[in-house]
């Protein structure tokens, strides 16, 4: 399947809120489990910004249909009810990597991570685990890569609220899993999920 390749110096046209919501439900509504959510591809394409450069790497093929659970082989659309439709998600995945890639670089201050945010009583909390899920995609995609930024003594503590927010509940310790069951604890670990995103970005960018 062909695919454009990603292109840094494409212009910055972001997303509506409408286009974000047709994007969502757009792969909300695909016939396989692995679709990712908006939040999920938010958090996948963030890392693929911030991790090791694997986006000048990687055809564009061998990361993007993992957005909505692969492709079908010997099927021109499929998982899509139609190249129309593929066409979309493609121009408007493309376009919202493209706009993160922009705020981190230009407006930091403006950038802001797509996660769930709930309200009890007057107070809203979040949650990043389908953020920190799709992160962890792109980890996947080269985890050699990304191991000594795991290892490494100051950006390592930084991705554990990742790992703890977006690991498989099967291999939770059993502390870990009750511990994610308390709405504080996720909105905590969350906050510092957004917290790392900039310090990934200014590793990766540094002199």
Not at 67 to 93: I, L, M, N
Not at 123 to 134: I, L, P
Request: charged share 25%.
């Amino acid at each position: 399947m062909d695919y454009p390749q990603y292109d840094p110096q494409s212009a910055n046209t972001p997303l509506s809120d409408e286009e974000l919501q047709s994007l969502d439900d757009l792969l909300h509504a695909l016939p396989l489990d692995g679709a990712m959510n908006i939040e999920g591809l938010d958090g996948y394409l963030t890392a693929l910004l911030v991790g090791p450069p694997l986006l000048g790497t990687l055809a564009t093929a061998d990361w993007l249909p993992l957005v909505w659970g692969g492709d079908a082989e010997g099927d021109s659309h499929a998982p899509f009810p139609s190249g129309r439709k593929r066409k979309q998600a493609t121009v408007w995945v493309l376009r919202h990597l493209q706009n993160l890639a922009c705020l981190l670089r230009d407006k930091p201050d403006d950038w802001q991570p797509i996660f769930s945010v709930a309200e009890q009583g007057e107070k809203e909390y979040v949650s990043a685990q389908d953020w920190c899920a799709g992160f962890l995609s792109a980890v996947d995609l080269d985890q050699e890569a990304w191991s000594p930024l795991f290892d490494d003594p100051a950006l390592g503590p930084l991705l554990v609220p990742v790992a703890l927010l977006g690991g498989d509940a099967d291999q939770l310790g059993e502390a870990d899993a009750k511990r994610l069951q308390d709405i504080e604890v996720v909105d905590e670990l969350s906050r510092q999920v957004a917290d790392m995103v900039g310090v990934l970005w200014a590793h990766r960018h540094q002199d």
